[in-house]
């Protein structure tokens, strides 16, 4: 088994931040990329940031210059620091891990349960 463990989240005014922190814990025999996606009400989930375990990282137009994310390899936990907050920032944030498990084959997503981020103008 493997969870996706998310805090971080919570109310800030404009201009404000946060930092997202995700582990992933359980069964896991290695992990490839880790991420943020978020979830807007009345919108799809969009990525926001991605890292891979060479830190290799990509980022959503809207978020480049003001959102970064690192990840500790030996922890299995990736952050999201988000600065300079908008109020379209709002959504539940979900971080993402694209593992193995120990014993498995496969390779696969896994999703935390999601943190509400809200940012009041």
């Known amino acids: 088994q493997v969870q996706l463990v998310e805090s971080g989240g919570g109310l800030v005014q404009a201009g404000g931040s946060l930092r997202l922190s995700c582990a992933a814990s359980?069964?896991?025999?290695?992990?490839?990329?880790m991420g943020w996606y978020r979830q807007a009400p009345g919108k799809q989930r969009e990525l926001v940031a991605r890292?891979?375990?060479?830190?290799?990282?990509n980022y959503a137009g809207s978020v480049k210059g003001r959102f970064t994310i690192s990840r500790d390899n030996a922890k299995n936990t990736v952050y999201l620091q988000m600065n300079s907050l908008k109020p379209e920032d709002t959504a539940v944030y979900y971080c993402?891990?694209?593992?193995?498990?120990?014993?498995?084959?496969?390779?696969?997503?896994?999703w935390g349960q999601g943190t509400q981020v809200t940012v009041s103008s």
């Open positions: 890292i891979t375990s060479g830190s290799s990282t």
């Open positions: 359980g069964s896991i025999f290695s992990i490839n990329a």
């Open positions: 993402n891990a694209y593992l193995r498990r120990t014993g498995w084959g496969m390779w696969a997503d896994y």
